[in-house]
Every structure is written in structure tokens, then in C-alpha cells.
């Protein structure tokens, strides 16, 4: 196995999009539900003879996970879980964070925040500035919660947004759990929130909060659009809450053509298997972004691959590096090992073929390791240097909002539903 190329191995990395850790200790069962995005079939009545730790994701774990607990490579899940509830949580929890060699952290909130550290811990725990991402469908769902009128709806949810949004980052999507992606690049009149607001809170008093309407989606959307933060979009691979064949980032195509003048970048997350689809996308929409969190760490020794793959037709400045690590504080340092590996195996490929030169190399490392998403999310970035996305506001009236503040520091928040969600 070739060493990683030096450069690769020392850049610190932008993890632009996880979640939190869990802060309780866990049991195989709950290991196993959290490994990969299916169930923990051998102790919830699955197929008999099935476990997560025989695929890839758990060789991989299995591999380099034990030696930062002071461990052999491969020991068995039992003698593993063993050593990690003898550490406790907490030590656990610092040292795969440290280990991961991060440079910052982007933290979605919107998912399960009592169970998970906050942005905040999440960035103490790894020694790193740690920023929010908050979730647009959880702040429609708390509005609801809360009572609110169809005719108030909108102005609600843009009140709450504004708010929750200072100090964050970007905004996230998480359309394709709920409706997918075909989603119209029209903007929502205000009558048709209305319209569509009406059934929903009228059921929401009867049953569980979840949205999954399409024009409200849209309309969370173009409202995310509006206060110029970037936005992420859930894309393709997830747990089986999804209807994978809907998530194809294609269907976004009208959508991105609408953003597109608006200069807001729109950042497709995981991707897989439609990674090559979103190499176009990326390469074709100069807002556009790509990473391959989730699936770098779920394909284990394929990362390569997928990473040679991803990167085919995505032009290097728009290739950014994301974990979507959650819960289990051992994915943030398997998506970073993984990724680096992978791009060290790309970059070495095409130095031993001459195709570019290890200036180049460095370069590319740094553009997709960091600074990518230094740029695209404004963080650890001159005021100076910073891009002006922001300014370029339309004036229709589902365009009010202002531009968005400076990017602070961690500032504490969450959320999410189990098993796992994007
Ligand atoms: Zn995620």
C-alpha cells in the first residue's frame, strides 16, 4: 500500500457537512444501526447471519478504528466495544475528533440535538472553530408546532428563519426525504403557501409534524435563497426513508437554472450513486457545488473509486470534502482518512502519469481539503476576499430578506429523527 502523498496527509480538512456526536455510550445495537444507513439486522430480527460489520463500512472500521483506542487493526466488534465503553464517551469522542485532523467543522443542528453535542461541543471535542447549518424544514415544523395561521404562515417561518439563521453558515434541504427533487423552479406566490399551509397545519394537530409538501418546500427554499446563505441539498444516498430513485440531482435542474442568477451557491451533498450526475451539475452551474460525504466512508477501500469517479467532470474549485458523519464519533475520522487516501491515490495517479505537476497536486489538495469551502461558506476568510453572493438580491416580493451578517463562531443549536436521517 503506497504511502499518502505528504501534502495530502498534513492538510487539515473543512468537514462541511456532519452532524453531532452521540454523548451516550452505546451497545452493539446501536453501533450497528449507526455503521451504515441499513439496519442492525442481526439483533433487531433481520435476516439471520447479516451485520453491518461484514461490508466494506465495517471492514473499514474494523481496520482503522482499533489502533486510535490503542487496539490491533481488525479486532472484533465485541473486543472493540469492550475498550470503548472502558474509555468512556467522552475520551472517545476527542480522540477520533482529534485524530480526523480537521481545519473547522460544519455542523447541520437540525437533527435529534438532545442526543447529539451541539456545534459548539462538536468544536471543542475536535479542537476546531465548529459552524452552524440549520435545517429549513425543522424551523417550518417548530412554526407549526407552535400555532400559526395558513395566512401567517410564510411571515412566521421568515420571522423564525431570520433569526435562527444569524450566526449560521448555510441552510439545508432536505427536500428528497420528503417529496424529492422534482421540484419546480418557480417561486411560491404567497397565496399558494397559503393554500398548501392550510391542509398541513390543519393535520398537524392530529398527528406527527412533517412537512412533505412541495410547495412548501420551494418556498423554504427560495426563503433560504433569499438571505443568501449557501444551501445544501440532501442528494441521493440516505437511510430507507428515502425514495432513492427520486433523489437523482438531475431532477434539481429547473431549480438551479432559477438560482442560478441570483449567485446563492447550492451545494449537492452525498450524491451517490448519482455522483457523476452531479460532476455535471458542478461543472456546468457556476453556483454549483458537489461533495461525496456518507458514501466516502460506506464504500470503505472503494473510496477511491468513488472519489476518482466524483471527480471526472466536477472542476477542482467545486469539489468540497464533508464527513455527514453522525452519532458515532469514528465516521468523522473514517470519512477524513478515507477521503484523504482516495485523493492521495487520484493525485499520485496522475503525477506517475504526468498529467499534472505536484504543484498542481498541492493546489488541488488545498482547493478540495479547505479552502473550497472556506470560500463557498465564508469561514476563516478576509472580508475582503469573500465572494459577493450575497449582494446580488432580487426584488420580487418573495425576495425581502437582507443580506446575511458575517459568520460567527460555533453558536449552539439542533435537531433530527431516527434511524438516521441525511
Ligand atoms: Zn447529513
Excluded at 468512556?88 to 469522542?93: D, P
Excluded at 404567497?190 to 398537524?204: D, I, K
Excluded at 430513485?245 to 431532477?251: A, D, E, S, T
Amino acid at each position: 500500500m503506497p504511502d499518502l502523498l505528504p501534502f495530502v496527509a498534513e492538510q487539515p480538512l473543512v468537514d462541511h457537512h456532519c452532524h453531532g456526536v452521540l454523548r451516550a455510550e452505546l451497545n452493539v445495537v446501536g453501533f450497528e444501526a449507526l455503521l451504515s444507513e441499513g439496519l442492525a439486522y442481526n439483533t433487531t430480527g433481520g435476516p439471520a447471519g447479516v451485520t453491518p460489520f461484514d461490508s466494506l463500512v465495517g471492514f473499514a472500521f474494523r481496520r482503522w478504528c482499533p489502533p486510535v483506542l490503542g487496539m490491533e487493526p481488525h479486532a472484533t466488534p465485541a473486543d472493540y466495544l469492550r475498550r470503548r465503553a472502558g474509555l468512556g464517551a467522552g475520551e472517545v469522542n476527542q480522540r477520533f475528533l482529534k485524530d480526523a485532523g480537521l481545519a473547522a467543522l460544519c455542523v447541520d443542528s437540525g437533527f435529534q440535538p438532545d442526543s447529539l453535542l451541539s456545534p459548539a461541543e462538536m468544536g471543542e471535542a475536535a479542537g476546531v472553530p465548529a459552524h452552524e447549518i440549520i435545517r429549513l424544514e425543522q424551523i417550518a415544523e417548530a412554526t407549526a408546532a407552535g400555532g400559526v395561521s395558513a395566512a401567517d404562515f410564510a411571515g412566521a417561518v421568515r420571522a423564525a428563519l431570520a433569526e435562527q439563521a444569524r450566526g449560521a453558515v448555510a441552510v439545508k434541504s432536505i427536500a428528497a426525504y420528503r417529496v424529492g427533487l422534482e421540484l419546480s423552479g418557480e417561486p411560491p406566490t404567497e397565496a399558494e403557501v397559503a393554500a398548501a399551509a392550510g391542509p398541513w397545519l390543519a393535520s398537524v394537530s392530529e398527528g406527527p409534524i412533517r412537512l412533505a409538501d412541495e410547495t412548501l418546500h420551494r418556498f423554504l427554499i427560495w426563503c433560504g435563497v433569499d438571505l443568501g446563505l449557501p444551501i445544501q441539498f440532501h442528494v441521493g444516498y440516505g437511510d430507507r426513508d428515502i425514495d432513492l430513485h427520486r433523489c437523482n440531482p438531475l431532477l434539481l435542474t429547473g431549480l438551479l437554472r432559477a438560482i442560478e442568477p441570483l449567485g446563492v451557491p447550492v451545494v449537492l451533498l452525498h450524491n451517490y450513486p448519482y455522483h457523476r450526475e452531479a460532476g455535471y451539475l458542478a461543472q456546468v452551474f457556476p453556483h454549483v457545488y458537489v461533495d461525496a460525504g456518507l458514501a466516502t466512508h460506506n464504500v470503505g477501500s472503494r473510496a477511491s473509486a468513488l472519489i476518482a469517479e466524483a471527480l471526472e467532470l466536477t472542476h477542482f474549485g467545486k469539489f468540497l470534502y464533508s464527513s455527514d458523519a453522525f452519532g458515532l464519533p469514528e465516521l468523522y475520522y473514517l470519512g477524513a482518512l478515507l477521503f484523504r487516501r482516495a485523493l492521495s491515490d487520484f493525485l499520485r495517479a496522475g503525477l506517475d502519469g504526468g498529467e499534472w505537476t505536484e504543484h498542481d497536486a498541492e493546489r488541488v489538495t488545498r482547493m478540495t481539503g479547505a479552502e473550497n469551502a472556506r470560500r463557498v461558506y465564508r469561514i476563516g476568510v478576509l472580508p475582503s476576499a469573500r465572494p459577493h453572493h450575497a449582494d446580488h438580491h432580487h426584488t420580487s416580493p418573495h425576495h425581502t430578506s437582507p443580506s446575511p451578517s458575517a459568520p460567527s463562531p460555533a453558536c449552539p443549536f439542533h435537531g433530527l429523527p431516527p434511524p438516521r436521517l441525511p
